[in-house]
């Protein structure tokens, strides 16, 4: 968390509100994310920021001839505010724009990260690798069946796997699977192609959907204006254990796989 609806909905958010700017400097406060802040930050300064774009949960930054990386790890937020905006308690870094602006980091946790990448940013870690993205023509049911028939393990870790399919993290992951009627710790080589087909309609649709719901708050996450998701307010059984499932009634279960909870109804899940 933040998965990949609330790294696109950041993402729309700060397009219009980079796009075209310069970065008159960079400021530092502390480097000890997850991923260190690069000691060569300071060479984004004078540099355009060309455009804003995504990839799985990364956001990118083209500036000049370099691309900054972003991941938000557990808790990151980025929010632009004029530079006199006080600081606040974990603010950790700022991109001082050319209109008075900051583009601030904020993240209690520390858990996020940020590259400065030369060249194409695709071929270098943290990109280099990835899976397709779900929203694009690139994901289909026969890429899918294809990749989970070489894997034994639980469906659910698959879906989560980003070398497989990048951005569908935790709480998507139980959502889909529940609406695909597909249980969880089933093998990936047992999932059908024709059930690959419902898993890469449904994934599509539900971050379709969570993105216009403004992703899904939880906790820390919140959009660049400060304003929460509301797609938690239409989960179905993520963190919801015995909960009514809302299809038969039966108790939400949950099991643990890969360290993370799931969730799911015994019932309607073969």
């Known amino acids: 968390m933040p998965e990949l609806p609330e790294v696109e909905v950041t993402c729309r958010g700060l397009r219009p509100l980079l796009t075209g700017r310069t970065v008159k400097a960079v400021t530092v406060r502390n480097r000890s994310l997850r991923v260190p802040v690069p000691e060569d930050i300071d060479?984004?300064?004078?540099?355009?920021?060309?455009?804003?774009?995504?990839?799985?949960?990364?956001?990118?930054?083209?500036?000049?001839?370099d691309t900054a990386v972003i991941h938000l790890g557990m808790t990151g937020h980025i929010s632009?505010?004029?530079?006199?905006e006080p600081l606040k308690k974990h603010d950790h870094y700022d991109f001082i724009l050319d209109n008075g602006k900051v583009m601030r980091y904020n993240d209690p946790r520390r858990f996020g990260g940020l590259w400065r990448i030369s060249g194409d940013p695709f071929s270098c870690s943290p990109l280099a690798?990835?899976?397709a993205e779900p929203l694009t023509c690139d994901f289909t049911a026969e890429y899918l069946h294809s990749r989970l028939q070489r894997r034994h393990c639980p469906v659910k870790l698959s879906l989560m796997n980003n070398s497989i399919v990048v951005g569908v993290g935790n709480i998507y992951a139980s959502e889909v699977l529940f609406a695909s009627g597909i249980h969880p710790c089933r093998p990936s080589s047992d999932v059908s192609l024709d059930e690959c087909e419902k898993l890469v309609a449904v994934i599509k649709c539900k971050l379709e959907e969570s993105i216009k719901s403004g992703g899904t708050t939880i906790r820390n996450y919140s959009q660049v204006d400060g304003s929460r998701g509301e797609f938690a307010d239409r989960l179905r059984v993520y963190g919801k254990p015995g909960c009514a499932c809302?299809?038969?009634?039966?108790?939400?279960?949950?099991?643990?796989?890969?360290?993370?909870?799931?969730?799911?109804?015994?019932?309607?899940?073969?």
């Open 129 to 131: 690798g990835l899976g």
């Open 80 to 84: 632009v505010v004029d530079q006199s």
């Open 43 to 65: 060479g984004f300064a004078g540099g355009v920021i060309s455009s804003v774009s995504r990839r799985a949960k990364y956001i990118l930054l083209a500036i000049g001839g």
């Open 246 to 270: 809302p299809n038969c009634g039966s108790p939400v279960q949950t099991v643990t796989l890969g360290q993370r909870s799931t969730f799911y109804c015994s019932v309607c899940q073969k």
